[in-house]
């Protein structure tokens, strides 16, 4: 629930407390309300209660156990594909000239974004603070331990049995070191893994990483955790934040709603907007730098298809017409947050990744290396791990996969999948001696390499703080889009992906000009130009 702009939001909860409902949060930064009622009417008897903006719900009230969650179809794609299909992986293929530890060798990405040259530099500073909102961190991973802060980290998601399966801890809500996913742990890697010795580093390998895990085991993220971990950022001085998702459960939230939406439903969407447009703000108020990923549904934010995947919880998905000028995918095209969208090894656009035909919107603002496991069509490279971006794992997650066994040996399975192991004899304190790491790729890959990216710019030109150091979100973009290396629209402005088995939906057209454009913005990241 939303308080009014200016509504005391504690005592309008103090109110619905004392109408049996139970208060789990009240943020009061942003005003709102969050809270658990066994009303099937709550939303309908809330609405127009004096002081609340909208109601939105988190979860579907009854709602029974089986839902489905959402697909990674797009990020571990080379697990969809048919064997018979893939190219033939060389487990000792080695693209990349980026080392700095083992396995940088395969960080292609690094190259494209020249963080070996920035790493002469600097590493980044443990001053500058990233926070990860996402599904979790695994902070016992050997790569991560040195870098990740439990003492800051917080869990804003209680599991949801329906689509989180069967709680692992008490009172369902995991530990802030906890990864039962491994998106959250595969993005914190590519920021900030340590240059250790051992396994590979990230973009930024000193800085700190903040787990403020707002997803689902699952994949869902909702607007009650996302919201709050939003305000908590803010609050406790993260200098830069990743998102890497959506908020749930509408892929594009329209003001009015979609022509085919009920009143009910337009009415929740508007509560998203206007919360997370209050959450955004206010965390930039706080100098906090919001980086997001632009999706990947293969869609041209300025003229989006329909709908058909939305609502993906608490009722049935319906076909949507969606209107670019009242409808947004958030955060990516809320306020403030800089938009990233994926290149694959070659430097084309990433089949799965989305773009803008309005050049000038603030939809786009970089691009990065997220992947494309169909990248290199006609050479040996084509359908291969080594296409997508490698990164840190959870070893639970791979063993429940079936990649890793109890063991900890990597099975048939795994080394199929590339997956990668690495040991140390001198773990960081609380880390796990063995690390294991996985390909995946999507704009979620993307998008932390321009978070690293931005954390760098804070390490090297920040004003000291209270508490660390920082630097005006503004200040950051402006000398990400002043040193971003232009990348210009395919020959004849046209990308097919014909060759790769798609089909005419993801022909994508380019327009702008070589230093910005719309699958790139100003430009790809450029680590090496922040540090100057």
């Known amino acids: 629930m939303l308080a009014r702009e200016g509504a005391d939001a504690q005592a309008i909860a103090d109110r619905l407390a004392a109408g049996g409902a139970r208060i789990t949060n009240v943020n009061t930064d942003i005003g709102l309300i969050s809270l658990d009622t066994t009303s099937s009417t709550f939303v309908d008897d809330t609405s127009r209660?004096?002081?609340?903006?909208?109601?939105?719900?988190?979860?579907?009230?009854?709602?029974?156990?089986?839902?489905?969650?959402?697909?990674?179809?797009?990020?571990?794609?080379?697990?969809?594909?048919?064997?018979?299909?893939?190219?033939?992986?060389?487990?000792?293929?080695?693209?990349?000239?980026?080392?700095?530890d083992p396995l940088d060798r395969w960080l292609w990405g690094m190259d494209m974004i020249k963080a070996g040259a920035a790493h002469q530099k600097t590493l980044g500073d443990k001053r500058v603070r990233v926070g990860i909102l996402d599904t979790g961190v695994d902070g016992r991973h050997p790569d991560l331990a040195a870098n990740f802060d439990r003492r800051l980290s917080r869990n804003f998601t209680t599991d949801m049995t329906d689509v989180d399966g069967e709680c692992e801890y008490t009172s369902c809500k995991d530990p802030n070191n906890v990864d039962d996913n491994g998106h959250g742990t595969h993005v914190a890697g590519t920021i900030a893994a340590a240059m250790n010795g051992m396994g590979l580093s990230g973009v930024a390998p000193k800085a700190t990483i903040v787990n403020i895990r707002g997803g689902q085991d699952s994949g869902y993220f909702f607007l009650g955790p996302v919201s709050n971990a939003l305000t908590y950022a803010a609050n406790t001085g993260l200098d830069v934040v990743n998102m890497s998702f959506y908020v749930d459960p509408w892929l594009y939230n329209c003001t009015g709603g979609a022509p085919e939406d009920t009143p009910a439903q337009a009415r929740e969407q508007e509560t998203v907007i206007a919360t997370m447009n209050r959450a955004l703000k206010y965390a930039t108020s706080k100098n906090v730098t919001l980086v997001a990923a632009l999706g990947n549904q293969h869609d041209d934010l300025a003229k989006p298809r329909q709908d058909v995947s939305s609502p993906d919880y608490g009722a049935e998905p319906h076909r949507r017409t969606i209107f670019n000028s009242r409808c947004v995918t958030l955060p990516t095209e809320g306020p403030n947050v800089l938009g990233i969208s994926s290149l694959g090894p070659s430097g084309t656009k990433s089949d799965f990744s989305n773009y803008t035909t309005e050049v000038y919107s603030t939809e786009i603002e970089f691009s990065a290396p997220g992947g494309w496991y169909r990248d290199g069509f006609g050479t040996a490279t084509y359908r291969t791990n080594e296409n997508m971006i490698l990164s840190s794992a959870p070893r639970r997650v791979l063993q429940a996969e079936g990649a890793v066994d109890p063991k900890g040996n990597i099975t048939p399975l795994g080394k199929e999948l590339g997956v990668k192991k690495a040991c140390t004899a001198n773990p960081a304190p609380g880390a796990d001696r063995c690390g294991f790491y996985q390909y995946l790729q999507g704009t979620s890959m993307a998008a932390p390499h321009a978070t690293g990216v931005a954390a760098l710019a804070v390490s090297a030109h920040g004003h000291k703080s209270a508490d660390g150091l920082t630097m005006k979100p503004g200040a950051v973009r402006w000398l990400m889009a002043q040193t971003a290396t232009d990348h210009a629209c395919p020959a004849g402005g046209v990308q097919e992906y014909f060759n790769e088995d798609r089909d005419e939906t993801y022909t994508a057209i380019c327009r702008g000009t070589t230093d910005r454009n719309g699958f790139n913005g100003f430009g790809i990241v450029n680590a090496n130009g922040v540090v100057r």
């Open 49 to 100: 209660m004096d002081g609340v903006q909208g109601v939105a719900r988190d979860r579907a009230i009854g709602r029974s156990p089986g839902a489905a969650p959402r697909p990674s179809d797009v990020e571990k794609e080379n697990r969809v594909t048919p064997a018979a299909e893939r190219g033939t992986s060389d487990s000792d293929r080695a693209d990349a000239k980026y080392s700095g």
